[in-house]
């Protein structure tokens, strides 16, 4: 039974972490060019790759979630049409 418990809380935190993403997503886009909205997850996704890429860090998987994080910001400034 706990197995299943800690299925769901897992999903619940996954699903709030996706909203969470697209609402920081979403006002950075509404604020922002679509050039500086993808530069800034361009950094996001060199800071996280660099965490990534060290040996001495142990984040147990944050880090490849910043680069997520960047990645659905370039894709997002991608789609962004500037009027």
Excluded: H
């Amino acid at each position: 039974m706990m197995g299943l418990a800690n299925v769901f809380i897992f999903t619940v935190l996954a699903a709030l972490c996706l909203l969470a993403v697209g609402v920081v997503v979403s006002r950075a886009m509404k604020s922002r060019s679509s050039i500086q909205v993808m530069i800034l997850g361009i950094g996001i996704i060199l800071t996280g790759g660099i965490v990534a890429a060290d040996p001495s860090s142990n984040l147990g998987g944050v880090e490849y979630l910043f680069v997520l994080l960047g990645l659905s910001f370039v894709i997002g400034g991608f789609a962004k049409k500037d009027s």
